[in-house]
């Protein structure tokens, strides 16, 4: 065996740390650390509705321990598909378009991205998302992704649970007095027409806003088969792109609309 010098020998005591911490670190290196974002508000009595929906109500049916000592929780809930934070299924303003549980997954799970109109709505509750707020986010972003999840941010998550502030009126069947941003005619025909979009949600209680009266987002987008998530929370917490989102509502057989757990994946 040739002598080995003690340069030669820090030499290979070096590389050989250099591999012991690249064997502790490949992990990380390869395949990132992913952070979850719940974008869903739980559903309890401070849960907002519609007005004119049956709000949620959880009916708690046995709760403690039982005559043979082990512990025991049952509850019954029952509340309108539309509220919280729910899913609109396209057929809820289109005919013959897909109801919840027709859905394909492929629309549900997917690249997100963030479209930010907070300065714009902030002090005009009647706020209607533009086409050119679309097209300033891919200014600033490069074009969106095919099949994109897009979520909008309003700031109106900031009133919640508030039904005065967050809907404009606390009255109950009161749908005349309801002011919250939307999405307009315009922009939602862009997002049908000229981009292939996977769903739309936003942090307001309709993809309309409160003082429509024919619902065109809705209609433009539910005929289109593009499912909304309405009344998002922490969408503040997401960055403009560069996020998944996984948005699983209940599933409801021929439902129009479900109550939805929906989450964001950053990498």
Do not use: C
């Amino acid at each position: 065996m040739k002598h080995i010098g003690r340069n030669s020998k820090q030499a290979i005591g070096l590389i050989g740390w250099f591999i012991i911490i690249g064997i502790l670190w490949w992990p990380q290196i390869s395949t990132g650390e992913s952070r979850f974002i719940d974008l869903s508000y739980p559903f309890d009595k401070s849960t907002i509705y519609w007005p004119t929906n049956k709000a949620f109500h959880l009916d708690q049916k046995f709760r403690g321990k039982t005559p043979k000592g082990y512990w025991y929780e049952s509850n019954d809930f029952s509340a309108s598909e539309h509220g919280g934070t729910h899913l609109d299924a396209p057929s809820h303003f289109a005919e013959g378009k897909w109801t919840v549980d027709e859905i394909p997954l492929e629309r549900l799970i997917g690249h997100g991205i963030k479209v930010d109109v907070g300065s714009h709505a902030q002090g005009n509750p009647d706020y209607l998302v533009t086409k050119q707020d679309f097209l300033d986010w891919e200014r600033r972003n490069g074009p969106f992704p095919k099949g994109a999840i897009v979520l909008i941010q309003t700031g109106w998550g900031a009133f919640w649970p508030d039904k005065k502030r967050y809907l404009g009126s606390d009255k109950k069947g009161d749908t005349q007095n309801l002011h919250f941003p939307g999405i307009s005619e315009e922009a939602a025909q862009f997002l049908v027409q000229e981009r292939t979009v996977s769903a739309v949600g936003l942090d307001t209680a309709s993809l309309d806003f409160g003082q429509s009266r024919d619902y065109p987002a809705h209609q433009i987008l539910g005929s289109a088969n593009v499912p909304g998530f309405e009344n998002l929370r922490n969408l503040d917490k997401l960055p403009a792109k560069g996020f998944r989102v996984i948005a699983l509502p209940m599933h409801i057989g021929g439902g129009s609309g479900a109550p939805l757990r929906i989450v964001a994946e950053l990498e």
